[in-house]
């Protein structure tokens, strides 16, 4: 949340605090920009409404004015969307409506004034942004990358206040507009123009010279307004025929099921305000119901948790760090396996000189060619201009043991990043080769996923400069995953600690700082839910019993399927590393001999066609009959008809309890950074908002009480930490 500032003052140079000041042309046309100097984009808060309509009071007080055009003394956005700690902040979410009802008036004041009204986009123009050019007459944007546009308000628990539900199907047609609104998609400037969504695109120095041309002709009526797009003969089947409307509103619903799960309001709100408005085209009762669904979805648990996360992830952006990193223009990434590849293309995509070392020619080939078939598909699906993808293959540079020239490549590098097997010798010695070659201030990351970072940059003969030692853990895929731990040891320096969270955030990743223990705080939360589930399948719960009480507790696969993703191997090799670890009972409960024999038999997952399920196809799964039969050897034949709550409540209270004993431990700084790393790393349900916004909202003190009767009669593996103690007697909640 933005701090407080001075009061504004309005001078004759600025008299708006939002805006800068009105400008008319000649010819009649009034330039209202958007401005809030105090932040890097602009939003649209409660303030900025007020003070809209003080302004539009004197364009609408001065007769020369024949047209408007709205647009950004921004270069980089129009609007960004509504200040949503506005929203949150009010307590008694009733009182939004009339609010909004106040901005949806000074729309329609807008309107009455009868001058078209033109919209000039460059950059982001998201939810309110976008709702504002939604109620003018004509829609020209840039053709810039950064120009996107689009309603995610879904993404928050939320829906389109201002109009948007009815006056996006207006103009794109239902089936667009719900795409837009139930995904939360951004769309891009070709995609806009084609759906009708923009008039006219144009190139960014010609914007406002273009907007101002076309609000004259929209006066003088040489150009007309904007209209509707004709639908095509199938669009107008489907959305405007009563069998047609019958079989879309049945899939959308289908696909929001399938989707949500059925946890999360806001899609069907969405729904059924679009569906009110079309039973309600005339007059204004859709915009006053669309209002009213907004205060109802602003009051819910699931709004309060993804805003939560939202704010979680604005407030995680901040670095750590006391002193300034150093400057990284070249990283150098060791290993071309999946991981090694996978950072070595956010990086490029970023703007970095990237060096791509392996062993062998093979390997590397294998690593660029798993880039550029990235690179290509976002190409083919228009997500990356031809242009970007030469950019971004040039500057990666391929090296290997055998090119006689690495070491002089690798003694400009800023930055290595450590992506090899999992083998402390191997990743010592990879120090060593790196420390010959690169310049004292080049920061060695190592992208271990267990091996306690100390151990690799103790000092000895392979390691020189402990002090730029930093473990960044990266999650597989990297470019889809948004989590980065970042893993300081007690001899790290600042710098390096600044140097390794700036890359990382410049990479798109949501850094969280931890404690160097093992597991470090995602995998070390995720050891107990394996425990668990091997006891669950000792006791004869099914497996896809399991699976299908965790989906609808919110997490995004089953604890079954999630073993075959990542593969059984791995899941093995981090419960039985941490078993051994410092975690004690609360590994405890369980029969990890479950996976190990698994992988003796080569089931290591998905990966393998073969883990707990038999693939072949990319969906098709089962359960094969060698599976079955090691099942029943497994559990003695015994099948457990346990409820779906006890399912869920054993395995997420194995988590949660985890969570919070990281707090305790100061493993984690704080409960954001806890909430942010299990639903990034994991896919902790979002509507949830996290284990600590979970615990905050089910209540602690029970939440321990339900522990403590597994602990009974379950075993000592679910006894709560002492915080979670403290918290339930004192009545306390994680977030204030």
Known sequence: ????????????????QYFTNVEVTPSGVAIIKFDNPTKKVNTLSFSVMREAQSLWNEVAANPSVKSVVFTSAKDSCFI??????????????????????EALNFFLKMRERGVPMVAAIHGPALGGGLEWALWCDYRICTDSSSTK?????????????????????????????????????????????????????????????????????????????????AKSWMDRIIEDTPPGQYIMWNKIKEMVDKNTGGNYPAPYAIIDCVKYGLAHSS?????????????????????????????????????????????????????AGLMGAG??????????????????????GRGLSYMTENWEKKHKRKRMTKHQFDINCSRVTPLSDQTESWKRHFASADLVIEAVFENLDLKRKIIQQVEEVTPDHCVFATNTSAIPIASIAAPGPEVKRPQNVVGMHYFSPVPSMPLLEII???????????TAFAVGTKQGKTCVVVKDVPGFYVNRCLGPILVEVSALVKEGVPLETLDKAMKKFGMPVGPITLIDEVGVDVASKVATFLASADLGKRMGGGDLSLMTNMVEKGWTGRKANQGFFTYSGKKDKKIGSEVKAYLKEFTGGKVSNMSEADIQDRIASRLVNEAAKCLEDE????????????VFGIGFAPF???????????????YVDRMNGFANTLGEQFEPCQLLKDYAAAGKKFHG
Not at 82 to 101: G, R
Not at 668 to 677: C, F, T
């Open 1 to 16: 949340m933005s701090s407080p500032s001075a009061p504004f003052v309005p001078t004759t140079s600025r008299k708006y």
């Open 80 to 101: 960004a969307g509504a200040d949503i700690f506005d929203i949150s902040s009010v307590q008694d979410k009733s009182t939004l409506v009339p609010v909004i009802e």
């Open 149 to 229: 546009m689009g309603l995610p308000e879904v993404k928050l628990g939320l829906l389109p206040g201002f109009g948007g539900t009815q006056n996006l199907p207006a103009l794109v047609g239902v089936q667009k507009a719900m795409d837009m609104m139930l995904t939360g998609k951004d769309i891009r400037h070709d995609q806009a123009k084609k759906m009708g969504l923009v008039d006219l695109v144009v190139a960014p120095q010609s914007l406002e010279s273009v907007a101002i041309q076309t609000a004259e002709g929209l006066a003088n009526g040489s150009i007309k307004k904007s209209k509707p797009k």
């Open 283 to 335: 007059g204004l009762g859709k915009y006053k119901h669309e209002r009213e669904e907004f205060a109802k979805l602003a009051a819910t648990k699931e709004s309060e948790a993804l805003i939560g996360i939202f704010d979680a992830m604005n407030q995680q952006k901040k670095n750590p760090s006391k002193v300034d990193p150093i400057t990284v223009k070249k990283v150098a990434v060791m290993g």
């Open 343 to 364: 950072i070595a293309q956010v990086t490029a995509e970023k703007g970095y000189e990237v060096l791509l070392k392996d062993r062998d020619d093979t390997s590397l």
């Open 488 to 498: 300081p040891h007690a001899g790290t320096s600042e710098e390096a600690l600044a």
């Open 667 to 678: 493993i984690i700084e704080n409960p954001v950074a806890g909430d942010i790393g299990l």
């Open 688 to 702: 949830k908002g996290g284990p600590f916004r979970y615990l905050d909202a089910v209540g602690v003190s029970s």
